[in-house]
């Protein structure tokens, strides 16, 4: 099992910056992909970022490409993510999420992923 806390999330004007942090507990932390996705009002869940189990590949939805860096420190048992120049577009509930354990590449879908913490909102004003 997994337990994962995200935090940071909080109100910021267009073009700041904000990073969250997910703080896990659980065996399997070290050895599993893990991920951000993020919710708005009325939208489904989107992918936004995913890291492999060791933190070597990233990938990145092309809305976020460029402006957002997600990486992880795994003798903290801690994923980040690191906003640049956000938008109000940005503005949603972010959730990070763990892969199962040994499950060490990242992924964008969000069925691939048996762990969620329970959000944390960004709110982007214009």
């Known amino acids: 099992q997994v337990q994962l806390v995200e935090t940071g999330g909080e109100l910021v004007q267009a073009g700041g910056s904000l990073r969250l942090s997910c703080a896990a507990s659980g065996r399997t932390f070290g050895s599993a992909a893990l991920g951000w996705f993020r919710q708005a009002p009325g939208k489904e869940r989107e992918f936004v970022a995913t890291?492999?189990?060791?933190?070597?590949?990233?990938t990145y939805a092309d809305s976020v490409k460029g402006r957002f860096s997600i990486f992880r420190d795994n003798a903290k048992m801690t994923l980040y993510l690191q906003m640049y120049s956000l938008k109000p577009e940005d503005t949603a509930v972010y959730y990070c999420?763990?892969?199962?354990?040994?499950?060490?590449?990242?992924?964008?879908?969000?069925?691939?992923?048996?762990?969620w913490g329970q959000g944390t909102q960004v709110t982007v004003s214009s």
């Open positions: 999420a763990a892969r199962r354990g040994f499950d060490y590449s990242g992924s964008s879908n969000y069925l691939d992923y048996a762990y």
């Open positions: 890291v492999s189990w060791n933190g070597d590949s990233t």
